[in-house]
């Protein structure tokens, strides 16, 4: 998956986020601080993909607002 854009989340909010993507089927993958070293101590991105507008602006009301860009690709 080719990343776009990526959200921020602390590390212990993972569960309900990924279970919020995946009830609505939005592509998703997970980078932490041991991937990337650009992501923040004691959080995780959550790295998405070019999304149709309806999956963005279910993302977009989800984290309440827009995302960053996604610039720098990390290998798993």
Known sequence: MSGSF??????????????????????????????????????IAIVFPDLPIRKYAKIHEWFGGAGHTYQLPCDP
Request: charged letters at 20%; glycine letters at 0%; proline letters at 5%.
């Open 6 to 43: 990526f959200y921020w989340i602390p590390i212990n909010s993972i569960e309900a986020a990924q279970t919020y993507l995946n009830e609505h089927d939005i592509p998703f993958q997970i980078k932490s601080d041991l991937h990337c070293s650009f992501i923040r101590k004691n959080h």
